[in-house]
C-alpha cells in the first residue's frame, strides 16, 4: 500500500490539510492583523483541501476495493 502513489497523494493531502488548519488555528489563538486579514481565507482553503483528501481516500478505497493495486 505505501508503494500506491494514490495513497501517497492523498497522505500528502491530509498533510496539508493538517498545516492549514493549525496555521488556521495558531492565528485564530494569537489573534491580531495576521487573524483579521486571513482567518476565513485560511479556513476556505482548508475546506477545499479537506474535499480534494475525502475525494483522493474514497478514490483509493473504491480502486482497492475493486482489486486495483
Known sequence: MIHDPLFLLA???C???VVIL???IGS???GGEFHRKNSNR???Y???AQAV???LI???AWLRARGGN
Request: aromatic share 8%.
Open 11 to 13: 497522505a500528502v493531502a
Open 15 to 17: 498533510l496539508v490539510v
Open 22 to 24: 493549525m496555521l488556521g
Open 28 to 30: 485564530f489563538a494569537k
Open 42 to 44: 485560511l479556513m476556505r
Open 46 to 48: 482548508r475546506l477545499a
Open 53 to 55: 483528501a475525502v475525494l
Open 58 to 60: 474514497v478514490g483509493f
